[in-house]
C-alpha cells in the first residue's frame, strides 16, 4: 500500500511540475502614459508603446499585462496600490519590465513628483519586490519627449535617465536605455519629419481633438511600433533571458495586448 501511495505522489507531483512548465511566461508591463493601452481606438490616434509590444512577441509564449497608466510616476503607481496588484499577480519565471520618468520631474504636482533620490527607491522597490517572487526585470529609461529648438534636439528628462541607468546598474537588471536610442532616433529625423510618429493632430483629424492637438510626448501607432522594435532588438541583442527566445525584431502587421482588466 505505501509503495502504491508512493508512486501515486510522483505520478502527482510529475504532473503539476508538467503542467506549471506548460504555462505561459507572463510580461507585465509597469509604467507611464507613453507605455500604456489606450481605449479611445476610434477616437484618437494615441498609442503606447507597450500596446503594440504583442507585434513582436510570440503570445502563444508570452502572455502580456500592460499594467502601464496614464499620468503616473514611481511615486503615484505605489501609492495608489497599483504595483501591489502588480505584486500579487507576478509568478515564478514571469518578466517585468518597468519605465517611468516623464512625471516623476513634474515639480508643481507633489501627488506625482519624485525626488532623484526617491525615484532610485521607488525603482529598487519594485525590482526587489519582482526579484523576491521570482521574476525577470527589465528597466527602462524614460522614452524622449520631442523638443526641438531652432532645428537642434534637446533631451527634457534631466537627471532621471541617468538615475535610471544607474539603478539597473547597483540591481545588476538588464536596462533598455530608450531614452538614448529614441534620442539618437529624433535627431537623426529631424524636427519636421518626427511630428508624424507623434500626437501632432490636425484639426478634424480626429474625434477626440475636433481643433487639433500639439503632443510631443504621446505616440501614434507607428510611433508605438518605431519604439517598440527599438525594445525588441535591445532584448535580443543583449540575449535578456527568458523573453529573448520569443522576441520577433520585425512585424507583419500591429498586433495589440488585450486589456487585462486593471482600472
Known sequence: MRKYFMIMLSC???????????????????????????????????RGWGQLFPSFLDTTKVCIQNHAKNGRSTRSFLAEGRWDEVKRR???????????????????????????EDYEANLMHMIGDAQQ?????????????????????????????????????????????????????????GDEASKAFF???APGECTKFPNGKTDDTHLRENGALTVGQMAAKMIVEQEIKPLCKYIRTEYT???YTTPCGIK
Not at 506548460?22 to 484618437?44: H, N, W, Y
Not at 507576478?90 to 525626488?115: A, C, E, L, M
Not at 527589465?138 to 534636439?153: D, N
Open 199 to 201: 500626437m501632432n493632430v
Open 12 to 46: 502527482a507531483m510529475l504532473f503539476v511540475l508538467t503542467g506549471a512548465s506548460k504555462r505561459p511566461i507572463t510580461l507585465f508591463m509597469v509604467g507611464d502614459s507613453t507605455m500604456a493601452d489606450k481605449t479611445e481606438l476610434e477616437a484618437s490616434p494615441e
Open 90 to 116: 507576478i509568478r515564478r519565471g514571469d518578466v517585468v519590465i518597468i519605465q517611468f520618468g516623464h512625471n516623476d520631474t513634474k515639480q508643481s504636482d507633489p501627488r506625482r513628483y519624485t525626488s532623484i
Open 133 to 189: 517572487a521570482k521574476a525577470s526585470v527589465i528597466l527602462c529609461t524614460p522614452i524622449s519627449r520631442r523638443y526641438f529648438k531652432e532645428g537642434v534636439f534637446h533631451p527634457r528628462h534631466g537627471a532621471y535617465p541617468e538615475a535610471a541607468r544607474r539603478v539597473a546598474e547597483r540591481m545588476d537588471v538588464p536596462l533598455l536605455d530608450l531614452e538614448a536610442s529614441t534620442v539618437e532616433w529624433l535627431t537623426k529625423l
Open 253 to 255: 502587421q500591429p498586433i
